[in-house]
Antibody, heavy 119, light 111 residues
Framework: QVQLVQSGAEVKKPGASVKVSCKVS????????MHWVRQAPGKGLEWMGG????????IYAQKFQGRVTMTEDTSTDTAYMELSSLRSEDTAVYYC????????????WGQGTMVTVSS | DIVMTQTPLSLSVTPGQPASISCKSS???????????LYWYLQKPGQSPQLLIY???NRFSGVPDRFSGSGSGTDFTLKISRVEAEDVGVYYC????????FGQGTKVEIK
């Protein structure tokens, strides 16, 4: 049974960076394709990017290109999402989600990490 | 970018009655591999989203059979045959033929 456990809430100032972690248990990270989705307060789900196993590369939504970096540490089965140049509009819950069972489907989700950007 | 449009944006349903949500994509979601990459998720209040349906009509493990998905090309529908109290939340469609895009969400509440 795959489980994704995310790091705790963060409060950041505008212009800073945040790095959220997502630890995998029950599987190894190399067996999964990890993605990141965010949700601003009271708003819908927004895909940020993730690993495309068909190309072997990380793909990003154009909106976040140049500002987001997704990395993995296979020695600890932990995925990371770093977002830079934070602004108030980046205040959101950030979820990691994995494509494991059903192809191209986010079948396992982390619990979410609240990131608040405020001066 | 592919745009996903859901209707309605909110739905109030009497328990035991059916419900239906439409999702339209700006481009066909039929891949050259023959699969159609359209998914449905439910986000219950205070929870992470959960996968309900994959590739248009396949129920994910543990999903009750009152949930069904249908459609093709650019037009898709999620149906709940008899809504139960535990079905409240926001339903999202998502495409994964080209990157990933979610619909705006449809909030389902019980009358």
């Amino acid at each position: 049974q795959v489980q994704l456990v995310q790091s705790g809430a963060e409060v950041k100032k505008p212009g800073a960076s945040v790095k959220v972690s997502c630890k995998v248990s029950g599987y190894t990270l190399t067996e999964l394709s990890m993605h990141w989705v965010r949700q601003a307060p009271g708003k819908g789900l927004e895909w940020m990017g993730g690993f495309d196993p068909e190309d072997g590369e990380t793909i990003y939504a154009q909106k976040f290109q140049g500002r987001v970096t997704m990395t993995e540490d296979t020695s600890t089965d932990t995925a990371y999402m770093e977002l830079s140049s934070l602004r108030s509009e980046d205040t959101a819950v950030y979820y990691c989600a994995t494509e494991g069972g059903a192809p191209r489907a986010f079948d396992i989700w982390g619990q979410g990490t609240m990131v608040t950007v405020s001066s | 970018d592919i745009v996903m449009t859901q209707t309605p944006l909110s739905l109030s349903v009497t328990p035991g009655q059916p419900a239906s949500i439409s999702c339209k994509s700006s481009q066909s979601l039929l891949h050259s591999d023959g699969k159609t990459y359209l998914y449905w998720y439910l986000q219950k209040p205070g929870q992470s989203p959960q996968l309900l349906i994959y590739e248009v009509s396949n129920r994910f493990s543990g999903v009750p059979d009152r949930f069904s998905g249908s459609g093709s090309g650019t037009d898709f529908t999620l149906k709940i045959s008899r809504v139960e109290a535990e079905d409240v939340g926001v339903y999202y469609c998502m495409q994964s033929i080209q990157l990933r895009t979610f619909g705006q969400g449809t909030k389902v509440e019980i009358k």
